[in-house]
């Protein structure tokens, strides 16, 4: 099975300070997505990365950034932390396999909920 | 850029009852994939069922199926024989079919509640 886990379940911080969340996938999985998840928006897409040291842009990547290092662990960082950034954050893995395969799709960690106070 | 449109916030039924969610989309492509995630209370999301746009065939997956019209660009989910294990939120998900661009654009979730 496929495992994706992320370094909290809950984190709780303070305006300005920098945040780090980890992600870490064990499949070997090209591409890898943090979303940020808020009730009546669904999911939506902040940054995503399908190599290393490569990103991409998602929906809304305002006040983020985030690092590729190794292929298994992609970290999403709050610079600054602000109030409007409490949220669920999800990160996901996919790997660029065939879209033949049934099993093909993002696979998702459990996600952090985080509060900026 | 593609939509996806589901229009039920909240939704319950009666244990062992049949339950339909609704999903419509837009898109100007004519292949691409659909899904349905399921996000139980405080776990992991999980794909429950997934649609190529190619097939005209409706995916099952046990109790779970899809009714897929294409021209109409809708996307509903069936669960039949409802149990208390699919209380979850609900996500429609929108993915392009080809390499490069990796992108799934997701619906604003359905919160199903079976009621014992």
């Known amino acids: 099975d496929v495992k994706v886990t992320q370094s909290s379940r809950y984190l709780v911080k303070r305006t300005g300070e920098k945040v780090f969340l980890e992600c870490v996938q064990d499949?070997?999985?090209?591409?890898m997505f943090w979303y940020r998840q808020d009730p009546g928006l669904g999911l939506r897409l902040i940054y995503f990365?399908?190599?290393?040291?490569?990103?991409e842009k998602g929906d809304i990547p305002e006040g983020y950034s985030v690092s590729r290092e190794k292929k298994e662990r992609f970290s999403l960082i709050l610079e600054s932390a602000s109030t409007n950034q409490t949220s669920m954050y999800l990160c996901?893995?996919?790997?660029?396999?065939?879209?033949?395969?049934?099993?093909?799709?993002?696979?998702f960690g459990p996600g952090t909920r985080l509060t900026v106070l | 850029a593609q939509t996806v449109t589901q229009s039920q916030p909240e939704m319950s039924v009666q244990e062992a009852e049949t339950v339909t969610l609704s999903c419509t989309y837009d898109?100007?492509?004519?292949?691409?994939?659909l899904f349905w995630y399921k996000q139980p209370p405080s776990r992991q999301m999980i794909l429950v069922i997934r649609?190529?746009?190619?097939?005209?065939q409706n995916a099952t997956e046990n109790r779970f199926s899809v009714n897929f019209q294409k021209a109409a660009k809708s996307f509903s989910l069936k669960i039949s024989d409802s149990q208390l294990g699919d209380t979850a939120m609900y996500f429609c998900?929108?993915?392009?079919?080809?390499?490069?661009?990796?992108?799934?654009?997701f619906g604003t979730g359905t919160r199903l509640t079976i009621i014992p």
């Open positions: 898109t100007s492509e004519n292949n691409y994939y």
């Open positions: 649609q190529e746009a190619y097939k005209q």
């Open positions: 998900a929108f993915g392009p079919n080809y390499f490069g661009n990796e992108k799934l654009t």
């Open positions: 996901a893995s996919r790997g660029t396999g065939i879209r033949l395969d049934p099993t093909d799709t993002q696979y």
């Open positions: 499949m070997d999985h090209e591409n």
């Open positions: 990365s399908y190599d290393v040291k490569m990103k």
